[in-house]
């Protein structure tokens, strides 16, 4: 049986939690970089401070970390989406932007928390469906995103013009 980390809470980030989400923010990049570094720089991260805050405080944009007695081992960054138009019938979406689970937590269940989490507010909100991106080169990501039942909606496709 994989080890699991008891005595944990999940919940919405709040200012406290910058420096943390913002460690974690480098380790993705860390991932994205080793596997496009023709899109992605060496150092940095997704979001500044400021606009991490503004994301915090933005009921449509839920961030959810998974904090083990105030040391956050995981975040999920979402947005509610309200899709129609067109041929598309009404509904509502949660597109999940990023999960991620700190280097010294994965195979322990933290992510897979986080989504179940995600999950239950996604219905709670009266969504259709969950959406995410996962990069092609990103295999780990995509057999977890398997594994929790997700399949592929639509392929994007590039053509690089060098």
């Keep these: 049986m994989k080890d699991t980390i008891p005595d944990h809470v999940i919940r919405r980030a709040c200012p406290g939690d910058l420096e943390a989400v913002g460690n974690l923010l480098r380790q993705v990049l860390k991932v994205h970089h080793g596997g496009r570094p023709d899109l992605f720089r060496p150092e940095g991260k997704k979001y500044s401070d400021e606009e991490l805050l503004r994301i915090f405080d933005n009921p449509d944009t839920p961030v959810f970390v998974f904090d083990q ?94």
């Design 69 to 162: 007695g105030g040391e956050v081992l995981g975040y999920a960054f979402c947005a509610l989406e309200r899709l129609s138009g067109g041929s598309l019938n009404p509904m509502s979406s949660l597109y999940i932007d990023d999960i991620c689970v700190d280097e010294k937590a994965r195979r322990r269940h933290v992510g897979r928390s986080l989504f179940e989490h995600v999950k239950a507010f996604a219905r709670e909100k009266g969504c259709y469906n969950i959406t995410l991106h996962v990069w092609e080169f990103n295999h780990a990501a995509k057999r977890f995103y398997e594994s929790l039942g997700m399949s592929p909606q639509f392929t994007s496709m590039e053509l690089l013009c060098k």
